[in-house]
Each structure stands twice: as C-alpha cells, then as structure tokens.
C-alpha cells in the first residue's frame, strides 16, 4: 500500500491484510470530511495492492467511531478530494477484497453504517452500538440502505426512531455483528478471521464479491442467468483449476491470484 500523510487515520499491510485505522481516539473517532476522505484513499489503495487480500477496518482506543464529527461539518484534508460519505458507504461494495470491522467499543451512527457496510464485524463484549441521531433532531439517513440489508424492518425502526444504545450480545442477534468474543480476546479473533480469509482464493474472493454486490439489485430471472455466466467465467481461471487440481490430489491449494 501506498504510504500517504494522514492525519486522521493510519493504514498498515502485513501478511495480506490491510489494517485501516481510525484514529482520533481522544474524540472516539468521529467521522468529519477529512477523515472519510482519508478512508477513501486508503481503501483505495488496499483495493489496489495485489498483496493485500483482506482489509480490516478499526478504530483507536476504546472506539469504533462514535459517528458524524458535529463539530466538523465542513473540514479539510491535504488530500485531494475524492468523495463524500455516499462515496464511502459504496466503497464498500466495490473493494473486491473482503472486509472485516473490528469493533472496540462505540460504533454509533455513521460508524455503525461502517460496521454494517462490512462483510463481516466482530466487536468485544463490552461494545456499545447504536442509532442515537433521532435525540439530535436527526435521522440515520446515509446508514439506513445498509442497515435495512442487515437488520429486520420492525427492529431497524426501533433502532432509528428510539435511538437507544444496545450492547454487542444484541447487536448480534439483529445481525449488526457476525461475532461477539470476551474484550481480551477481540484481538486475537480478528487475526484468526483475516488470516482465515487471506488463505482463500483472492480470484475467487474477487470475482464472488463483484458478483454478490451486482445481483443484489437484480430481479431474480436477471440474477440467475448473470451468476452462471459468472461460475462459467471463475471456472476458466487459473485459481479455479489449481483448486479442483489440490482437492483431488488431496493438498493444499496455491493461489496465483489469476
């Protein structure tokens, strides 16, 4: 990955995994303009390193991101622009790469929009998430497309027009995390997780996630034809074959990446 100044954030590669930091722990990381502009890039870049076949996503301190910087609506980034919050929200489904949150404590607001973009979230036990801009004389309306694809109707309502905060163990339930573990342990878990991930066919990662992400919109008589024609596409790659080939001679797998 590139090494760029930022100033909110800070973005690391080691063994496949790109590891996206934010990082004003101070203020619980909230989301202003520069930062998510520094998100763009740096997700942009993990997209594009050919060693990084992971991204996982955090926040400093005892935060996640405690949502939109109210202070900040209008900041600056050294950086060129290259987007708002929308931009972000669809980064997500455009990185090829699969994405994992990891959750130290608050994830409220846009954050938790962040958290729900992500293929999977782990969070510790002790995490507090929630939907809280109904008591600001707000509404979650840049999260609420990907919370509705995570959470169901009556619940995501709740969620939005109470604004109450919920623990990890109910975030769960609603399917906002995929896994909860002890605080001391959420470390370690994530590493398991990326590292799990890593070793997987970056073409069949690439490819699976493009097509996951177009057949959502699709009618089902469009989704079906589109995703055979993709099957037949992953098939005809070297990935694909070397797989087919290590299960029958009964080893493990080297990817290409092609």
């Known amino acids: 990955m590139q090494e760029r100044a930022y100033e909110t954030i800070t973005a690391t590669a080691a063994d496949g995994v790109a590891t996206i930091t934010l990082n004003l722990p101070e203020r619980k990381n909230p989301l202003g303009p520069a930062m998510v502009n520094e998100l763009l890039y740096a997700l942009d870049d993990a997209k594009e390193a050919d060693d ?52 130290p404590g608050y994830a409220m607001g846009g954050g ?10 782990i969070a510790c036990e002790s995490a507090i998430l929630g939907t809280p801009e109904i008591k ?4 979650p309306m840049m999260i609420m497309t990907v919370l509705q694809q995570v959470v169901p109707r009556r619940e995501l309502m709740s969620m939005m027009l109470l604004g109450e905060k919920m623990d990890a163990a109910r975030a769960k339930e609603l399917g906002l995390l995929s896994h909860v573990v002890p605080d001391d342990e959420l470390d370690s878990a994530t590493a398991e997780l990326a590292s799990k991930l890593a070793s ?14 177009h057949q959502r919109e699709q009618a089902m008589a469009d989704a079906l034809p589109y995703l055979r024609d993709q099957l037949f596409a992953l098939l005809g790659t070297e990935d694909a074959r070397e797989g087919l080939s290590a299960f029958f001679q009964k080893r493990e797998p080297k990817w290409t990446g092609r």
Request: aromatic share 8%; glycine share 14%; net charge positive.
């Open 200 to 213: 997987q066919s970056p073409t069949a990662m690439r490819m699976g996630l493009r097509a996951f992400h």
């Open 52 to 103: 990084v076949r992971v991204i996982v996503l955090t926040g400093a301190g005892k935060a996640f991101s405690a949502g939109g910087d109210l202070k900040q609506m209008g900041g600056k980034s050294d950086l060129k622009p290259k987007g708002d919050f929308v931009d972000l929200m669809m980064r997500f489904t455009q990185l090829e790469k699969p994405t994992v949150a990891r959750v």
């Open 112 to 121: 938790l929009g962040m958290v729900a973009g992500c293929d999977f979230a």
């Open 136 to 139: 600001r004389g707000l509404f």
